[in-house]
């Protein structure tokens, strides 16, 4: 999806088995009874999270390229299509919770198959389009990594019994995140978009020019601490603070507060990958619609930034050290408090960050031609832009000019909230 | 669930052991991937059936009368209770397909702990209340033998790729169905409900007087070349051959056969749990709901027989040679061609019948008191009854006055058609 | 739809004008506007309620047997066409609310065309067949001032000013209620449907024998203040005391209390058709689903009678004298506390008596062939049987065998409780 | 909603007068039974829109600056308040067609009242605020002027009898329209926004800079004709050429043409304000949803506009002759023809032109305070902005920078196509 190939090292393979191995690594803990939850038509089962990520490479790479290349089962090419229209119908995404066969040991050897042949391909084939679309595979493999974590864990909530995706060990509470501070950023034209070397998707291009207003941007994210205020302060019964469409989700669904929080006689706790703990009130808030997040920024007088802005301040702060960047290696699956520091913060990682964007294509934008070109493009519409990645978010996945995209009302991702206003700081 | 007391035998272990070992059989060649399908809300995973039947041991036997019971896990009791709300709450039955906890393996050592109990507590307790609970619990688990059968089939049907539930072997073809002979039946007074020893539910009771007019009712069920010609005369366009409800049904849901029926090139074929077969012309028709069996014995010029005329004609052949009987343990899980011949024949197995009498009480039906009474009575509104057991029934199971009820538009269970007419034979 | 043809008297045309004039003389306080209200699917504007009376003698008289009949309009033929699947496609139910045209004015010409043609048509032709196609254009007829009355107050509820079918005069506080006596009937069989000369609808036939066990019936109907006893016992809250599917209908809905009933710090108050009034604690309880009639017996320590009950005891009390009868022609489209007497009362008026019986076909029923025939045979399906007609029903149009139906949520009609229980008198 | 106040001429009252007489003509023609329609929850009576915009002024104006303002029924504060939550709870907007009370007649004498109390107003009270409310106050009814044309439209539509708004007079067949033509922009950075006097609504501010990449955008609207190409060439059937949430709604609504076409014997006719008409291969094709525009622009090869190039190009022909403006005062309710030439036309009127522009704050956009901010700004989500009125705006209700916006699924509003591109003339 990527419209400049990017220069693919010597080591695509080595990278390949990187990608790939830890895929299974976050489902390793997982029964085969786990693999298999849809808790919803939105979450996948794990399972098909490791089928799907290898007929992309089967559909995309081996179909085409590898001479003689004979598939495991040739169903699968049906089975595992998530989307493509192109390659004919596909089952509906709500019933991916009844394919118990292939099992899941079927699923593991169809993973090694492919392997085995990817590495037989990359033996012999060199060619720059193999390599731009292996490693489309390998970023989208990335994505399902981090659905792998949310939608277990969406599962795991809707069991009564809470199970916990990793041990339930003690965490250390780190200390408190300090004040926010603002960032002033001057009116002016920018560049928004993927400029440099390296992979992007399509929807990051082209690199073009944007005038912005002058604006402030938040040095930290928002805090569970903070968000409770807005809760105390009636947050959620006031329409005021609502989009017409937010407030009318909060009606039907009787939202209260974000989701996997609930009120018990002890304070609020939070339903994490490690099962439920207190609420702890230094952590980002996490888990929240757009709305959620658009109706907290209008409470405390400011306004979410613009997908542009985010860029603008994430890219002059590329040099910085990004000390406190938690993404998926460090293996919490749970955002982590800011440091006591004015400096911008938590750019990547911890949580994706509700911009007011919504989704749309870039001036110039071209979505690549045949199979490929169902895929970000096909959504420009009724989505809003998310930026900055998340705890479940591989760090090779992530970049400045990266934009991801959800339907305003979702919440299952680590989702949260960076404040931005207008004109110079206050 | 019965109000007169069946006398148990000394073998009541020995028989709560050949109930529980049958369950598992049924069990035994799925996968643990399998046993989490849940391809619809009327349908539950197998896995959830196994815990469910054993978690009614507990509550209703073990709980109150085995002294110092300490349960495998607290949280069971609401986990896998199904209905019952003087319990408290219990778990909203769309999400069981999320209890990938316990897993398969853990619910297998409930079962065990549990079997180990009732071991221990019929060592020193014979009251008749245990030995009644004990057997209300066996027939309960029968049922959801059967529940096994359909909703895995559901859940095979529901994946693209149709798994089989039994290898798909050669099946030998049976001499087809001889012509449909009918039965008369005079005017008067007769007995209808449960009167012998013996268990039965509180729904076949008291036994009570009906006044019937004269009638016939079908030697044999309707077969799958018999619907077919129903088909092929429009059976399923012409809205004068069916219920009002019925016909907004077929137009909503664009049924054009019954349920696991596919037109090919090839004919007609049907999903069985062998995997997909060709349709069988002799054979029984089957998952169909009261809507379509009600249009077709209309279309017939004919009627469905009311549950009284049902158990009339079934206590006249009382004492004839089942010799057809294709129950659970016949181990086919399909029905099977009647033989050529014109005495009353499926009156038990094959397929359940539908009636055209609404599920309602009998007069002076009294539901037990407690937890007991949440049950048959809670469903007696908007379901219709079905007579005779099938295919999937254990075959201790089904008796003359067993009354088995869904909703109209049910279709996955074996249910098929009988065939009525008032008077004397024409 | 009677199968016995009833022997019209020479004043046919004096019974036609009657009933027609019945019709104009309830929409006649409505203007235009309120013509137009369809509140909810099961409802219908009342303007729609005029032209569908007319079309049926149109299309069923008129048509068929008025030699060179010229309709008002063709176009007529399908818009006003209820159901009929016969006369090919009609209107979906949902929409009527649209059909601003033709003009209430023109409605009216239209009722006046079709009024003059019948006048010709009975100038000349006295064949049975046409007087008996009128005299079931009647009874059609007076089923539909029944729902004018009960579809423009559902219509003024909705409207959040709440305007008054009737001028809200004072109404004079009649003598309250005598407490309940217990009439009892003895064992054995019965006759049961239309016996008699006169007009009936196909499903009172054919006239069948029924075996009853003993049971009592209630001398009046359940009252609001026995009634308001069950709210505060609990009974909204209770699931034991509900039926499964009325559970799930009380959880959905949010169900509290009777539709029309309101709670203020004055207390209860009712919606009528004279406007918001304080709850009369003597009167009927009314405006209830199937669902609360049930739960409210179960409450009791009581039962609904069946059909055949209420049939037998209505039978009973045939002779005496029906002085508290509330009917249509009362115009009080309210129902009126029980004298303080023990004898059988408000058998017809006041309120529609929920029974236990499903709506379901007698021994022997046999639609009418044609067109007549979809009618009532086609929603003997998910349906409850109601007796004894209502304060809106018309007094010539009620009768012992009579049965009205509806599915067992409906709250819209005059639908109150009588009780009954098994055995003799406690 | 303007937030720099305008100036009004002395002659107020006159605009005043003239608006709100405007508004009656265009109900002048329809019965009472008309105004009460509400064919879908999207659509409001005619009555309804006469009453709500009287509202306005009296909720916004009378109440607030007319001392000892006594309104005709206080009540009317609740039922007509179409969304403001600030003033407390309002009614659903689905029961709108229940408001049979008050009555048409009652409604025009509250819209004689509230006039007159403006008149007396505007006798002694000429401070700006409130000639500022005024103001906008006629140009919400204006927006209802629009809306009683679309919506009336689609409830005739609705009525199966498919009444006319208008005498179905015979139109003169104007010339074809020409060939399309390509006008280019340059890159650069331009204003957008309002700019100059006059009244504006508060999402066309503030005026503000963007960056633009050389675009060119098409002469006229794209024609019937070239849409019957789209379908013939599959449109419909090819999920390529959709985006994904489009496709799910072509599936799920059963789309194949846009909203009032159907297709005969003879050819595709069209429903009007003046009945069924063959469909006119040169006119503007309209009444289609954005999901329709973008497939037709993807399948051209084009794409539709930014709601930003379509702004600068509408500034660059603000001097031209707009001799083909087609908007409400010319009475045709109906799309007109472009004229056989090559520059800029029907910029304003024929039909809303959808933009690729999801509807957003503009940089630096502040609603006002108060009952006024609960407008433009609740909807800023999960809509598209459309640009350049239709044939029935009102002409002084239009401008280059105004803003529609409906959600992307929105079909009944006159909404048609110009097509854009990137880079110089091909």
Known sequence: MHTQPSLLPRNSLERYDEVRNQTLKLAATLAPDDQMIQSMPDAS??????????????????????????PIDSRFGFLFNSYYKRLGNHPSRAIRGTFSRPTLDQILLYRTHVDNCIDELLGHETSTQVLRLLELGLNHEQQHQELIITD????????????????????????????????????????????????????????HSVYLKPFCIASRLVTNDEFQTFIADGGYTRPELWLSDGWDQVCESGWQAPLYWEQTDDGWTQFTCRGTLPLSPDEPVCHMSFYEADAFARWAGARLPTEFEWEVAANS????????????????????????????????GDTWEWTSSPYAAYPGYCPPAGLEGEYNG??????????????????????????????????????????AHDGTPS
């Open 45 to 70: 089962p794990t399972k098909w999270h490791l089928a799907h990520t290898t007929w992309f490479f089967e559909t995309f790479v081996l179909t085409p390229y590898l001479r003689g290349y004979i």
């Open 378 to 419: 096909k959504f420009m519409c009724n989505q809003m832009v998310l930026r900055g990645g998340s705890c479940a978010t591989p760090s090779s996945h992530i970049r400045e000019s990266y934009r991801n995209y959800f339907p305003p009302k979702t919440r299952w991702q680590f989702s949260g909230i960076r404040l």
């Open 152 to 207: 277990i864990k969406h599962g795991f909530w809707t069991n009564p019994l809470r199970p916990s995706y990793q041990p339930n060990q003690i965490r250390i509470v780190e200390s408190g995140a300090g004040p926010l501070a603002w960032h002033a950023f001057d009116e002016g034209v920018y560049e928004a978009g993927h400029d440099r070397g390296g992979f992007a998707f399509d929807n990051e291009l082209p690199q």
């Open 317 to 348: 702060a590329r040099n910085s050290t990004m000390t406190f960047a938690n993404l998926l290696e460090s293996e919490m699956y749970h955002p982590r408090p800011a440091a006591a520091q004015t400096s911008l913060q938590q750019i990547f």
